[in-house]
């Protein structure tokens, strides 16, 4: 892939997009068409259209259950859209922007108007069939190198819950997976869990 040409012209239309180029987070910032993108790498993902009832519902319970878990405390909650880059190391040049479904971020000097600049503590990302390879290996892998704590996946469809905790290598351990009956714990956020069953509304 080639870095794209940037212009300081707007683009309103996603057509105009190469798709094979490399962006930049000042590329994406000059972006105003419809469509939601993400940027891994410098590399463009198109996002879901429109989430599913099931998706919206298990976010919205979530979003409730941290947000008064969080009342009072020092993390914030954030659901999406909501902006979550990750800075190259080598040029601090920005390649990567996400919106996870939802991120707990602990550290307020991450925060900034435009979203989180480095890595929350948490992330939680709901599964829809035309994300679920990114979500399962692009983001992963995006997640574990950055250093996010902890990566919940969400399985909605069959009510399941999966948990990955970063361990002392810098590399998530296997997956804990909960199922209905069950409690998911979050190791990053002493204290808080959440009933399997409370987030699968009918």
Same mark, same amino acid.
């Given at each position: 892939?080639?870095p794209?040409?940037?212009?300081?012209?707007?683009i309103?239309?996603i057509?105009a997009?190469?798709p094979?180029?490399i962006?930049?987070y000042?590329?994406?910032?000059r972006?105003s068409?419809?469509?939601?993108?993400?940027?891994i790498?410098?590399k463009?993902? *198109?996002?879901s259209?429109?989430p599913?009832? *099931?998706?919206?519902e298990?976010s919205?319970?979530?979003s409730?259950?941290?947000?008064n878990?969080l009342?009072?405390?020092?993390?914030?909650?954030?659901a999406?859209?909501f902006?979550?880059r990750?800075?190259n190391?080598?040029d601090?040049k920005t390649?990567?922007v996400?919106?996870?479904?939802?991120?707990v971020?602990?550290?307020?000097?991450?925060l900034?108007?435009?979203?989180?600049n480095?890595?929350p503590?948490?992330?939680i990302?709901i599964?829809?069939?035309?994300?679920?390879? *990114?979500d399962?290996?692009d983001?992963f892998?995006l997640y574990e190198?950055?250093?996010v704590k902890?990566?919940?996946?969400i399985?909605?469809e069959?009510a399941?819950?999966?948990?990955?905790?970063?361990?002392?290598?810098?590399?998530y351990s296997?997956p804990?997976?909960y199922?209905n009956g069950?409690?998911?714990n979050?190791?990053?956020l002493?204290g808080?869990?959440?009933?399997v069953?409370?987030?699968f509304?009918?």
């Amino acid at each position: 892939m080639k870095p794209y040409k940037s212009t300081d012209t707007k683009i309103t239309d996603i057509s105009a997009l190469e798709p094979d180029a490399i962006y930049t987070y000042q590329d994406y910032l000059r972006w105003s068409f419809e469509e939601r993108v993400e940027l891994i790498k410098g590399k463009l993902f *198109k996002m879901s259209p429109a989430p599913s009832r *099931k998706h919206q519902e298990v976010s919205r319970e979530l979003s409730l259950a941290l947000g008064n878990f969080l009342k009072g405390k020092t993390c914030k909650v954030y659901a999406a859209p909501f902006d979550v880059r990750f800075p190259n190391t080598n040029d601090q040049k920005t390649y990567t922007v996400v919106q996870p479904d939802l991120c707990v971020i602990c550290d307020h000097t991450k925060l900034d108007d435009a979203g989180c600049n480095g890595a929350p503590d948490l992330i939680i990302e709901i599964l829809s069939p035309s994300t679920a390879a *990114k979500d399962l290996k692009d983001k992963f892998e995006l997640y574990e190198e950055n250093g996010v704590k902890e990566y919940w996946v969400i399985y909605p469809e069959v009510a399941v819950v999966e948990t990955y905790l970063l361990n002392a290598d810098g590399k998530y351990s296997p997956p804990v997976k909960y199922v209905n009956g069950q409690s998911v714990n979050s190791e990053v956020l002493a204290g808080f869990e959440v009933l399997v069953s409370e987030l699968f509304v009918d």
